[in-house]
Nanobody, 126 residues
Framework: QVTLVESGGGSVQMGGSLRLSCAAS????????MAWFRQGPGKEREFVAV????????LYSDSVRGRFTIARDNAKNTVHLQMNSLKPEDTGIYYC???????????????????WGQGTQVTVSS
């Protein structure tokens, strides 16, 4: 059983930065690909970024590439999302997700991810 807990959300002005963190329970953290998804007001949940188990492969959505950075610390069972140059359209609930015992980044559909955190709210004002 793996539990994910996100933190670091908040409210910022357009152009500001936030750093989200996701702490995972359990062992063998490096066996899981880890991803971030988000759901804006009135929108479907969408893929943001994913990182492979060893941290060497990363994929971003077009909307965040160049502004967001995903990274993981396998020694601390954590994954982070550094968000810079934030825009109002980045507003939403951000979810951490794990693809258990599959460290590859193949596929970005949310159906591929087994375990989800409770989400953390990010609000960007103009």
């Amino acid at each position: 059983q793996v539990t994910l807990v996100e933190s670091g959300g908040g409210s910022v002005q357009m152009g500001g930065s936030l750093r989200l963190s996701c702490a995972a329970s359990g062992r063998r953290f490096s066996d899981h690909a880890m991803a971030w998804f988000r759901q804006g007001p009135g929108k479907e949940r969408e893929f943001v970024a994913v990182i492979s188990g060893n941290g060497l492969s990363i994929l971003y959505s077009d909307s965040v590439r160049g502004r967001f950075t995903i990274a993981r610390d396998n020694a601390k069972n954590t994954v982070h999302l550094q968000m810079n140059s934030l825009k109002p359209e980045d507003t939403g609930i951000y979810y951490c997700a794990a693809k258990l015992y599959d460290p590859t980044i193949s596929g970005t559909g949310e159906h591929l991810y087994d375990t989800w955190g409770q989400g953390t709210q990010v609000t960007v004002s103009s």
